[in-house]
């Protein structure tokens, strides 16, 4: 279950995050985010390629090296959100936290208790849909 979880924690990350140029320097989900959209939208094809080579080549050996070459795809792109998964399950550090509390005043958000990363990717998004940017000068 905690597997599952964490797919869906991540799947629900990146959606959240926003895409930013100035966060990159910062997070390093921004970057992961990126090559998990890119995977999104490359896999799909190299998956039916393996899949039709399988199929029109009926060798064995080609049939075994296709499924291996989906399951290593399936397995990098699933790798991918489940780091954004746990990453947006840990707790904020004090000073990432402190500026959370920043944004969450800027935009007139209620922060969160305990915030982790998953409510920051909450609270920037929001700031960035508004139109809110002068947090983003104390980075």
């Avoid at 890119?38 to 296709?66: H, M, R």
């Avoid at 990432?96 to 800027?106: G, T």
């Avoid at 990363?117 to 929001?126: E, G, I």
Wanted: one cysteine or more; a neutral charge; proline letters at 5%.
């Amino acid at each position: 279950m905690i597997l599952f979880t964490a797919l869906k924690d991540g799947f629900l990350y990146r959606i959240r995050w926003p895409e930013e140029p100035r966060l990159r320097a910062v997070f390093p989900e921004s970057t992961l985010i990126f090559f998990v959209r890119l995977g999104e939208k490359v896999v799909p094809a190299f998956l039916i390629f393996y899949a039709v080579f399988a199929f029109l080549a009926f060798d064995f050996q080609y049939v075994i090296g296709s499924v291996i070459c989906i399951i290593v795809l399936l397995a990098m792109l699933l790798s991918g959100y489940f780091i954004l998964g746990k990453r947006a399950a840990e707790k904020l550090p004090k000073g990432m936290a402190e500026w959370y509390l920043e944004v969450c005043a800027s935009d007139m958000i209620r922060p969160a208790e305990s915030p982790s990363f998953m409510d920051l990717a909450k609270a920037l998004s929001r700031a960035f849909s508004d139109g809110k940017r002068d947090f983003l000068d104390d980075l």
